[in-house]
């Protein structure tokens, strides 16, 4: 199974941005959209945006649409979410995978801790 190594995560006020990125241990193929998800303090692992193999395609859940971009740079195996203007609710362990729709495929990985507070 590809594995994942997620980063860039840390603590920021309310309205800061931060980049998080997604190494894959290998090449996912050809066909494979690849999602963020995100497990916030008592609650379960929850979708967050999904972006189909060239790009051209984005999903987003509704609480981050105009404040979250995905992106990915397949030659390089990795996948981005941009984080703008952010919430405390956004405080959250976020983990990446493939996805069929917006379902996950793989096992998990560590996940990258983002704290939002003042």
């Known amino acids: 199974q590809v594995q994942f190594v997620e980063s860039g995560g840390g603590s920021v006020q309310p309205g800061g941005f931060l980049r998080l990125s997604c190494a894959a241990s290998?090449?996912?193929?050809?066909?494979?959209?690849m999602g963020w998800f995100r497990q916030r303090p008592g609650n379960k692992r929850e979708f967050v945006a999904a972006?189909?193999?060239?790009?051209?395609?984005?999903d987003y859940t509704n609480s981050v649409k105009g404040r979250f971009t995905i992106s990915r740079e397949n030659a390089k195996k990795t996948v981005y979410l941009q984080m703008n203007s952010l919430k405390p609710g956004d405080t959250a362990v976020y983990y990446c995978?493939?996805?069929?729709?917006?379902?996950?495929?793989?096992?998990w990985g560590q996940g990258t801790q983002v704290t939002v507070s003042s």
């Open positions: 290998e090449p996912t193929s050809s066909n494979s959209a």
């Open positions: 972006i189909n193999w060239s790009g051209n395609s984005t």
């Open positions: 995978n493939t996805v069929i729709g917006r379902s996950p495929r793989q096992s």
